[in-house]
């Protein structure tokens, strides 16, 4: 696997649309931090961290969907910095997904945060990716 990161996105990208209730992908700290930002900004049900599983462990997120629609509550994920072009960005460049409505991940000296706790801290870092 050349990209970790984008295949976290497309596992969760495909088991939403296919409506899997849970997703299970191999584990790392990158993985694990942007799990928890999901979870926190209410884009997944539910996560846990099988460390047992595998040589590596395995996280197990629990999709969420709209009760009445039915439709995912992710709707766009998308990479930004990928492993052939990086894109760093300044606190004062941070990017703003759909007008604040969205989150950005970025990989910052900080460790793994929104791009709002990124400005919020004055630190700039790597766009991981855009989730809407």
């Known amino acids: 696997m050349v990209d970790p990161i984008s295949d976290f996105l497309t596992r969760i990208r495909n ?3 296919a409506k899997h209730r849970v ?4 584990s790392s700290n990158v993985k694990k931090a942007m799990t928890q930002i999901l979870y926190k900004q209410g884009y997944i049900l539910n ?7 595998g040589p590596q462990g395995t996280i197990k997120i629990a999709l969420k969907y709209d009760t009445i629609t039915g439709a995912s509550a992710i709707r766009e994920l998308r990479r930004i910095s990928k492993p052939g072009l990086r ?3 300044g606190s004062k460049e941070m990017p703003r997904v759909l007008n604040g409505l969205g989150i950005a991940i970025v990989s910052t000296s900080h460790g793994i945060i ?3 706790e990124a400005r919020n801290q004055n630190v700039g870092g790597e766009v991981l990716c855009h989730i809407s």
């Open 15 to 17: 088991g939403a649309k």
């Open 23 to 26: 997703v299970e992908i191999p």
């Open 47 to 53: 996560y846990k961290f099988d460390d047992e599983a």
């Open 87 to 89: 894109k760093y960005v």
């Open 114 to 116: 929104t791009e709002k």
